[in-house]
Each structure stands twice: as structure tokens, then as C-alpha cells.
């Protein structure tokens, strides 16, 4: 056993066969859906969660998919890290996942973790909820009552909390296509496969003429920095409309700096992570552009 592990309190198990089974099933008191199991089973074993009932969701093949659907890229909350990492797809429309999935964990958790356990196990060091804010994606929430959609700038509430409901469950994560535009994820860890020290993930659409281009639109994630919602957006607000550079990216990590709340931990003090916030966001803002531009 590891150090501080536990053994977890005891828990009813149940294998969902259906979407409807799962969701019937969730809405009992007290229960979780187990998807990967990478996130819930270490909190199980250090007490930090006690659910009465594991409601194992691996067999609903059909929340497993990655698809582009008319302007919109689909990723179903059951497709494994790997899957998307692999994704020809999403490499080609959305460099910015590739990027985050390449640096996430280990392949043995990116072989069984999915989107929908990362988005929410709403971990403040989660990379992908950083790359979804900053791409403005979309996640689909399904309960007995409906389907809802909620843009993932509102989907975490705060550290482990979502707006996911007793008896939802997370189906699916939307991405818009958007024309001339690119993105990129960068992060600091202190080994391969550890948590970051700091990631940002940035998403810009430009216009103007290719020898002086614009940022029309700006997009910025940031994580384990204590952004709101993974978002820089006072950063992402001063962007719109200027020249698309290195003065303006600089600029952009600033401010973005500025307003995060970083705090002190193992992995490093507050100031050291403000300043990789600046750092981060300017060079991932630097590799979408040229990314957007062909240059990369
Ligand atoms: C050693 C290690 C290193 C890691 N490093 C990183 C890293 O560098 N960067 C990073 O971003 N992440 C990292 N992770 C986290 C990893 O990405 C997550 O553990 C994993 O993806 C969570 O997904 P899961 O499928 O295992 O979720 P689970 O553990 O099964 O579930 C997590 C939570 O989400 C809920 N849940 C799962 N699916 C759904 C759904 N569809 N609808 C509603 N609720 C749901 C569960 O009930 C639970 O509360 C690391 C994990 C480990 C173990």
C-alpha cells in the first residue's frame, strides 16, 4: 500500500447496460459514475470520497467517438485520452488537444482516463479543462429530464465541483470549427508525466492581411494557477483587435499573470507560477499564431 493510501469504504458496484440504466441508476442516493477510475479510486482510497454506489459507465460504447459534425468537432465523454491524443482529427483542427493530451499523466492513465472523468473531476491542475475554455467548447449534460448544453466556462463551479447533477451524467464535448485560426498548449512540469507547475492553452482567429495580421478572436486557458474558470479573459479581451505580435502576446501574459491567484504549494511558490503564467500564455499565444499562419 502507498503511504498515506487507504483502503476505501465499502461500496456497492453496478454495471450500467444502457444510457438510461446509468442515468436510472445515478439518480440513487449517493452515487458515482465510475468511468477511467484513475481520479475516483485514489480519492476512495484517501477518504476523500465515499460514494454508496460505483455506477460503472465503460460499457456505453457510444459515449466513445471523435467526429467532426458540420462546424463542430464531437468528442464523445467516454473516449480515452489516448484516443484523442492519437485523433487525426482533432490534431488537424484543434493542434491545442494534441498538445495538452501529449503532456497529460503517463500511457497507462492516458490508456483508460477519459474526457468526461477529467473535465469533471474538475482537478484545478486538469490540462484539458484549460484547452476546452480557451477553444470556448461546449459539453452536453444528460439526466432524466433532457439533454442540456452548457458552455464549459460555466461548467466548473470550483475545485472538484461541476454543474453536473445527482442522476447526470456528461455525454459529450462540442468544439467549434473556426476559419484561420490555430491554437497550442504549453505547460511546466517538474518530470515527464507529472501534474503542471503551471499550463496555459491559447486559441486566436486572425484577420487582416497575412503580412500584419490581427487578432479578431482570443482564447486563453490557463491551469494550476488559480485562473477562474481555466480562463485569462482580462487578457483575452485586451487581445481583440490588436496587431497579432510579440509585443501584443507579451502584453497578453501580463495581464494574464496579473489576474490569476496562484498559491504556494510542492510544486512551487506563488510568484514562480505567475511568472510561468506570463511566460506559458505568451509562447502558446506565439505558437497558435504561427501555427494560424502556416508558419508552424
Ligand atoms: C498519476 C496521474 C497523473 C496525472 N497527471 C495529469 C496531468 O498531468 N494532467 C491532467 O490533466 N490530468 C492528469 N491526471 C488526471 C487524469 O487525467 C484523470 O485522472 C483522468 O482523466 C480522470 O478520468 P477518469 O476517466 O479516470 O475519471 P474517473 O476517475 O472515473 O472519474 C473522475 C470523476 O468524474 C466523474 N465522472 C467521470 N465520468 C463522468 C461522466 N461522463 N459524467 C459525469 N461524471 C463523470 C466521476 O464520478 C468522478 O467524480 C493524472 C492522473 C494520475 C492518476
Not at 11 to 40: C, F, I
Not at 244 to 263: K, Q
Request: charged share 20%.
Amino acid at each position: 500500500m502507498m503511504p498515506g493510501m487507504q483502503v476505501p469504504s465499502h461500496v456497492e458496484y453496478e454495471r450500467a447496460t444502457s444510457l438510461e440504466h446509468a442515468l436510472t441508476l445515478l439518480a440513487g442516493p449517493d452515487a458515482r459514475a465510475l468511468a477511467g477510475g484513475h481520479s475516483l479510486i485514489p480519492m476512495m482510497k484517501l477518504r476523500l470520497a465515499a460514494p454508496e454506489l460505483l455506477v460503472d459507465i465503460n460499457g456505453l460504447t457510444e459515449l466513445s467517438f471523435i467526429r467532426l459534425d458540420g462546424d463542430e468537432l464531437r468528442i464523445g465523454a467516454l473516449t480515452r485520452h489516448a484516443d484523442l491524443l492519437g485523433s487525426a482529427v482533432a490534431g488537424e483542427y484543434f493542434p491545442i488537444l494534441t498538445d495538452a493530451e501529449r503532456v497529460i499523466a503517463d500511457p497507462v492513465v492516458r490508456n483508460w482516463g477519459t474526457i468526461g472523468g477529467s473535465l469533471c473531476q474538475a482537478d484545478p491542475s486538469e490540462d484539458l479543462p484549460a484547452a476546452f475554455a480557451a477553444l470556448r467548447a461546449t459539453v452536453v449534460i444528460r439526466g432524466a429530464g433532457g439533454v442540456r448544453t452548457v458552455p464549459v466556462r460555466e461548467f466548473h463551479v470550483g475545485p472538484y465541483e461541476t454543474v453536473v447533477g445527482p442522476g447526470e451524467l456528461l455525454t459529450e464535448v462540442r468544439v467549434p470549427v473556426l476559419p484561420r485560426s490555430s491554437s497550442a498548449h504549453l505547460k511546466v512540469h517538474r518530470r515527464a508525466g507529472d501534474w503542471p507547475v503551471a499550463a496555459a492553452g491559447a486559441v486566436l482567429r486572425l484577420g487582416g492581411p497575412a503580412a500584419a495580421p490581427v487578432v479578431e478572436a482570443a482564447g486563453i486557458g490557463l491551469t494550476a494557477v488559480g485562473a477562474p474558470h481555466f480562463v485569462a479573459a482580462e487578457a483575452e479581451e485586451f487581445l481583440r483587435g490588436r496587431p497579432a505580435d510579440e509585443e501584443s502576446f507579451a502584453a497578453a501574459g501580463a495581464i494574464a499573470a496579473d489576474h490569476c491567484r496562484p498559491v504556494a504549494d510542492q510544486r512551487g511558490p506563488e510568484d514562480y507560477k505567475r511568472h510561468l503564467a506570463a511566460e506559458l500564455t505568451a509562447r502558446a499565444l506565439r505558437q497558435a499564431a504561427a501555427r494560424a499562419l502556416g508558419e508552424a
